[in-house]
């Protein structure tokens, strides 16, 4: 079945570091992959998605590409804040009638001033 | 636009108990809402999908007498634990859409449940 493995954290890095989080996915046809972020007390937040391959989703100074050569949408961002402390999930969509969404188990940053 | 609030934010309660948990869309209707289960440093688990006016679409494993979910109007839905035990102490999610999910579902902040 579908499913989405992204690194476990948690992740902590200094303000201003480059952030890189794993994504890799299992999907049979052409699922839409999303980024999603939690901050502390908030429900989850659309942070960026792609559709098909080759699209690049970019948010709020955050990236991932859609590789399906390497079924992988690994998010990035150059430059990271205290802001940006989070809890962030992977999630593919298989298209279904409803759209349900398959996370992966969430990965915690913390940035550090 | 597009907020879900969840109440309450937090429930204890004594095993065999049954507690009852609300998704409202506040500022938009909510043609489909889903309710995800997570569990410590565990992905969310969908556990079903409400269309407003229809019996809820449930996932397999999840058992429909015990978790019953109510979808009565386009911007409330309910999630029953039924004679809840400690197993069914976890972090409960429900999200909204506007659009049956293929673009965008929007989250509520989530409800602890523990049971005692």
């Known amino acids: 079945g579908n499913s989405v493995t992204q690194m476990e954290g948690p992740v902590t890095l200094s303000e201003e570091a480059f952030l890189t989080i794993n994504c890799t996915y299992t999907a049979t046809g052409y699922p839409s992959l999303f980024w999603y972020v939690q901050y502390p007390g908030e429900g989850l937040q659309l942070l960026l998605k792609a559709t098909k391959a080759d699209d690049k989703g970019s948010n709020k100074g955050f990236e991932a590409t859609y590789r399906k050569e390497t079924t992988s949408f690994h998010l990035e961002k150059g430059s990271v804040q205290v802001s940006d402390s989070a809890v962030y999930f992977c999630?593919?969509?298989?298209?279904?009638?409803?759209?349900?969404?398959?996370f992966g188990k969430g990965t915690k940053l913390s940035v550090k001033p | 636009g597009a907020v879900v609030s969840q109440h309450p934010s937090w429930v204890i309660c004594k095993s065999g108990t049954s507690v009852k948990i609300e998704c409202r869309s506040l500022?938009?209707?909510?043609?489909?809402m889903f309710w995800y289960r997570q569990f410590p440093k565990q992905s969310l688990m969908l556990m079903a999908t409400?269309?407003?006016?229809?019996?809820?679409?449930?996932e397999q494993g999840v058992e429909k007498d015990k978790f019953l979910i109510n979808h009565a109007s386009l911007t409330l839905s309910t999630l029953t634990v039924t004679s809840a035990h400690p197993e069914d102490s976890s972090f409960y999610i429900c999200?909204?859409?506007?659009?049956?999910?293929?673009?965008?579902?929007?989250f509520g902040p989530g409800t602890r449940l523990t049971v005692l």
């Open positions: 409400s269309n407003e006016g229809s019996k809820a679409t449930y």
């Open positions: 500022d938009f209707q909510a043609t489909t």
């Open positions: 999200s909204a859409s506007r659009d049956r999910g293929y673009n965008e579902q929007f």
């Open positions: 999630a593919l969509s298989d298209g279904g009638s409803q759209g349900n969404l398959i």
